[in-house]
């Protein structure tokens, strides 16, 4: 395989069809939200442009992710998501092991200065120097910096990535960050969820290859293509959000029709993914569909705001010990008390005010 | 023994107007934010007869906008208004004022300058509860709402509130937290204004329909009116 083949060559020397390419191509234009018009510009991009070698690091992580990657849906999308991360070097995937797999790294760094795409999966570690995660005897961290140090742009693959996931809830002893916090001279892009979808991966190496530049982010850094949304706005069992039907516990009668799962802890309302669009498994279901509430896997800090199973209102919060509508109850009531015992003090006073008066008249 | 009083035009019309709609539209957020958060009631049926948790966020919604159009009016009118509807923290009288009026709450002095208007903790209050609360509530408000439409103006204009805040989880729960302090301030107020209206005879509640309030005569002069 020559480094200067083209996706179009590289895809019809696997045996693509044309009409197949096409197709990769407005389906890449349809999950980047982009216009017909666009959709030449794709395919002229990836019939002209070498691939894009792609380093894939694996840190502090459960390798979740890497599985939702190697199940991507589409079963044309998983092929060339496969190859277009070209897999250089990743290690869960890779032949090569230890010292000969460095070094593909390395060569990769130095035939392609600026002009390769890192993708980190797993956060980095800051407590005692970075030992908790090491990798040949370096520290990830050392390792995330130097890798990342030609890379054309970073693409933080995963909620460890984003902000720590799991290992990064309190108290955090490894004191793992995300990507974001170490990486700052390059453009990070989050992908967040545990794991989080794989066709954001394609996407965005599409968008690259066409603009030259990375896809719009949302507020929160992430591609807008896929993360714009919440997850409740587009839910199937919105309707009987709307309509004031939820279910009460797994095996009620509510469960069986399919009511909306909001008293059963589901963070649907505050979660921005696009689980509820893409879905999972060549879009067969996603987890609410499937009578499982969302526990908002790609927001910060999600693992601090549990019990998954609590209702969202009743999660008890992390300095104040009880959830805040209770919280705020108490407060009322002892505003009230204080009230009443205000209003005591003021008749006594005002009283022996009177009394005092009253016996100072005559 | 008779003490001359004197009527005293305090509240403007659009000061009380702007009360009475606060009231309204605070309680009316309060009621359907808890009810969106706890939602009690169970609807029976199929889905498609029924729209009951989405009529009520909606009606919070248009309530939020009430309650953001009506303290933008009440922002202006402290430029607009008389004397009685200004707030002058950075004076030295009001902090004076504060002093005396906290030693009197606190049962430490037997009586309280008389004011016409509002006293310095009153305000404090009013600044702590409703404005501060107030501007947090709408952010806070304005940003969950905005991801509804990624790309509208409410979005744009308000969608740093979530990253600020690390999560859209600490901006739900951030809201919840001040609507309580709505509650606990209208018992503080309702407290105070039944007690001063008892103790100085003075109007205060009938003050905030039709605007007068009484004042001793001796006072009149002391504070001319612009
Ligand atoms: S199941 Fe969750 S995301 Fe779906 S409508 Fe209910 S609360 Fe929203």
């Not at chain 1, 805040?324 to 009283?351: E, F, I, N, R, S």
């Not at chain 2, 004397?83 to 049962?107: N, P």
Request: net charge positive; with cysteine.
């Amino acid at each position: 395989m020559s480094k200067s083949e083209t996706y179009y060559q590289w895809a019809r020397r696997k045996g693509v069809s044309r009409r197949d390419f096409f197709k990769f191509c407005t389906l890449m234009g349809a999950m980047l939200g982009l216009e017909a018009t666009e959709f030449p510009k794709i395919v002229s991009a990836l019939q002209s442009k070498p691939r894009l070698p792609v380093i894939y690091l694996n840190l502090q992580e459960c390798t979740c992710c890497g599985e939702s990657f190697l199940r991507s849906s589409h079963p044309l999308v998983s092929d060339l998501i496969f190859n277009m991360i070209s897999l250089d070097y990743m290690e869960v995937l890779q032949a090569a092991a230890g010292k000969q797999a460095e070094e593909v790294r390395l060569k990769t760094m130095k035939d392609h200065p600026g002009g390769y795409i890192l993708v980190v999966e797993g956060s980095v570690t800051l407590g005692n120097g970075g030992v908790f995660c090491t990798i040949g005897g370096v520290s990830t961290t050392d390792i995330l910096k130097q890798t990342a140090e030609g890379a054309a742009a970073v693409i933080a693959y995963g909620s460890c990535a984003t902000n720590a996931c799991v290992q990064g809830a309190y108290p955090n002893p490894t004191e793992a960050v995300p990507i974001r916090r170490v990486i700052k001279n390059k453009p990070v892009i989050d992908v967040p969820g545990c794991p989080p979808i794989a066709e954001v991966i394609t996407g965005t190496i599409v968008h690259y290859l066409t603009y030259g530049e990375i896809p719009e982010l949302t507020n929160q850094g992430r591609p807008k293509a896929f993360y714009e949304h919440r997850v409740h706005d587009n839910c199937v069992r919105r309707a009987f959000f709307d309509a004031g039907q939820f279910v009460e516990s797994f095996d009620d009668a509510g469960a069986k029709q399919g009511w909306c799962l909001y008293k059963m802890g589901c963070k649907g309302p505050t979660t921005y993914n696009a689980c509820a669009i893409t879905e999972w498994n060549d879009g067969v279901s996603y987890p609410i569909k499937s009578g499982h509430p969302c526990i908002g896997c790609s927001e910060n800090n999600f693992f601090d705001n549990t019990p998954f199973y609590t209702h969202l209102a009743k999660i008890p919060n992390n300095a104040l010990g009880k959830d805040v509508d209770q919280v705020g109850m108490d407060v009322v009531g002892v505003a009230g008390l204080a009230v009443v015992a205000h209003a005591g003090m003021t008749a006594v006073v005002k009283h022996g005010e009177k009394k005092a008066k009253e016996g100072s008249k005559p | 023994m008779s003490i001359l009083r004197s009527q005293v035009y305090v509240w403007e019309f659009p000061v009380r107007f702007f009360h009475w709609v606060n009231a309204l539209a605070i309680t009316i957020l309060f009621l359907t934010g808890m009810y969106i958060g706890h939602p009690i009631l169970d609807t029976p049926g199929e889905a498609v007869g029924h729209f009951f948790m989405g009529r009520v966020r909606y009606w919070h919604g248009i309530f939020a906008f009430i309650f953001m159009a009506n303290m933008l009016f009440r922002l202006y009118w402290f430029w607009a208004g008389n004397e009685y509807s200004k707030m002058r923290l950075w004076k030295k009288e009001f902090w004076r004022d504060a002093v005396t009026t906290f030693k009197y709450y606190t049962f430490m002095t037997r009586e309280h300058a008389e004011h016409v208007g509002h006293n310095a903790l009153a305000q404090l209050m009013y600044f702590f509860f409703v404005w501060l609360g107030g501007l947090l509530i709408m952010l806070t408000g304005l940003a969950m709402r905005g991801g509804s439409d990624p790309n509208g103006t409410i979005q744009t204009l308000f969608g740093w509130v979530v990253p600020l805040l690390r999560n859209e989880y600490q901006v739900r729960n951030l809201h919840h937290f001040l609507a309580w302090g709505f509650a606990v301030f209208l018992i503080g107020h309702l407290y105070m204004v039944f007690r001063q209206d008892i103790l100085d005879d003075d109007g205060t509640i009938s003050s905030m329909i039709n605007g007068y309030k009484f004042e001793l005569s001796s006072q009149n002069n002391k504070k001319a009116r612009p």
